[in-house]
């Protein structure tokens, strides 16, 4: 993985937006009945576990977890029921094993070792409990502008970018997890992110869009971007 520098240097330069959204998918499966224990891993500032909260989708204890202190830090401040701490996805060593009813983790897995972080997942997670991921998908044509490990990449701190199905299923220990249900839909980039990046004196709000409802609703004009696929997941834990 990244050094801690590296990890602090990215989130204070590229702040993840609170778009106040929680994807389709996720929303039918944790919405079906009561999850006493939601850990969001990798939560960036927090946007999606806030989100749940909003909607009323959380049991008594949620927690949230990222390997940033200064992502850790913007959550912390809010003012919610949100257990939130430093911790590294690969291990989360601040997690009881088998306390987690529902397992949640958004654009995380192709940024550190999968393997590993499936393992973490297994740990922390008993039988029963249900795991949402999300990750993308690149087709042999894809491209985007930024440079990693992965090559031409969507982002520049990804390790990988899965181009097939088995790439990632075959990372998944049919012994420890059975994938319920899997879907892909276009990966949209809403033009308002774009250009608020791109603006030096907005770059470090995460919360631009809560402020400012002209820019919220710009928001939802969006391109897709070609080649690229949202893919999301739902696992039971075995």
């Not at 204070?12 to 891993?41: G, N």
């Not at 940033?68 to 911790?87: M, N, W």
């Given at each position: 993985?990244?050094?801690?520098?590296?990890?602090?240097?990215?989130?204070?330069s590229?702040p993840q937006?609170?778009?106040?959204?929680?994807?389709?998918l996720?929303?039918?499966?944790?919405?079906?009945?009561?999850?006493?224990?939601?850990?969001?891993?990798?939560?960036?500032?927090?946007?999606?576990?806030?989100?749940l909260i909003k909607r009323?989708?959380v049991?008594?204890?949620?927690l949230a977890?990222?390997?940033?202190?200064?992502r850790?830090?913007?959550l912390?401040?809010e003012?919610a029921?949100?257990?939130?701490?430093v911790d590294?996805?690969?291990?989360?060593?601040?997690?009881?094993?088998?306390s987690?009813?529902?397992?949640i983790?958004s654009?995380v897995?192709?940024?550190?070792?999968?393997?590993r972080?499936?393992n973490a997942?297994a740990?922390?997670?008993y039988?029963?409990?249900l795991?949402y991921?999300s990750?993308?998908?690149?087709r042999?044509y894809?491209w985007?502008?930024y440079r990693?490990?992965?090559?031409?990449a969507?982002?520049?701190t990804?390790?990988?970018e899965y181009?097939?199905?088995?790439e990632?299923?075959d990372?998944?220990d049919?012994?420890?997890f059975?994938?319920?249900?899997?879907?892909k839909?276009?990966?949209?980039?809403?033009i308002?992110?774009?250009?608020?990046?791109c603006?030096?004196?907005?770059?470090?709000?995460p919360?631009?869009?809560r402020r400012?409802?002209?820019l919220?609703?710009?928001?939802?004009?969006?391109f897709?971007?070609?080649g690229?696929?949202?893919?999301e997941?739902?696992?039971e834990?075995r």
């Amino acid at each position: 993985m990244d050094t801690n520098a590296d990890v602090e240097m990215y989130a204070r330069s590229h702040p993840q937006f609170d778009d106040d959204i929680v994807p389709a998918l996720l929303e039918r499966y944790i919405s079906s009945k009561s999850f006493p224990t939601i850990l969001d891993a990798g939560c960036g500032e927090g946007s999606l576990v806030r989100a749940l909260i909003k909607r009323s989708y959380v049991g008594e204890r949620v927690l949230a977890c990222d390997a940033s202190s200064t992502r850790v830090a913007h959550l912390a401040r809010e003012r919610a029921p949100i257990h939130a701490f430093v911790d590294d996805v690969e291990e989360l060593k601040n997690v009881k094993s088998g306390s987690v009813d529902f397992f949640i983790s958004s654009q995380v897995i192709e940024h550190v070792d999968d393997v590993r972080m499936l393992n973490a997942v297994a740990r922390v997670t008993y039988p029963g409990s249900l795991i949402y991921l999300s990750t993308i998908q690149k087709r042999w044509y894809g491209w985007y502008f930024y440079r990693s490990k992965a090559g031409w990449a969507l982002d520049p701190t990804h390790l990988r970018e899965y181009r097939s199905d088995e790439e990632l299923f075959d990372r998944i220990d049919p012994k420890k997890f059975v994938v319920i249900e899997n879907q892909k839909t276009p990966l949209l980039f809403p033009i308002a992110d774009f250009i608020l990046r791109c603006m030096r004196e907005q770059n470090h709000d995460p919360f631009i869009y809560r402020r400012n409802a002209l820019l919220k609703t710009l928001r939802k004009i969006a391109f897709p971007v070609i080649g690229y696929s949202m893919w999301e997941l739902i696992l039971e834990r075995r």
